[in-house]
């Protein structure tokens, strides 16, 4: 996925260089409205993208490059690791900053590595499914935190 993102980008970075020296009258203009349309998703998927998850207080942290997601043991139903699978989205990213966005059981996706996916189930029925370094271990941790059984 990552070469075809990459891919996409310098494609859509020749088209702006061609569209700003084809010397027609609003080419310019075009090129930094398409420029800033692409830098702005960039930011986008970049802010939301999972940088690292810890536990802290009986509390679950999914720390994003841009601010972070807390969950208290208290308020989690159920967790779980996931096998190495497909991950179907509907809205959001399958690309250079990970799958990130909304799968189609409605689930909230960071998911980085795929091999090493959780899924976190919160009282409310949120489903958030994300991948760490160690999830049997976070797993565990949490479910003897939370006295929750282990699925």
């Known amino acids: 996925m990552k070469v075809m993102t990459v891919g996409g980008i310098l494609i859509l970075i020749a088209v702006l260089i061609s569209v ?62 996931l096998q190495l699978s497909a991950i179907t989205m509907t809205t959001g990213s399958k690309g250079f900053f990970g799958f990130s966005g909304t799968t189609m059981d409605g689930s909230v996706s960071f998911v980085k590595n795929r091999s090493q996916m959780v899924l976190l189930t919160t009282n409310s029925n949120k489903k958030y499914i994300f991948s760490c370094d160690k999830p049997k271990d976070l797993v565990e941790t949490v479910s003897i935190g939370n006295k929750l059984e282990a699925i």
Request: overall charge positive; proline content about 0%; glycine content about 4%.
């Open 20 to 81: 700003v020296f084809t010397k027609q009258k609003h080419s310019l203009l075009i090129a930094i409205i398409l420029g800033a349309i692409v830098l702005t998703f960039f930011i986008y998927f970049f802010s939301n993208s999972l940088k690292e998850v810890t536990v802290e207080n009986k509390t679950l942290i999914l720390k994003k490059n841009i601010g972070k997601i807390e969950i208290d043991f208290s308020e989690i139903k159920s967790i779980k690791t």
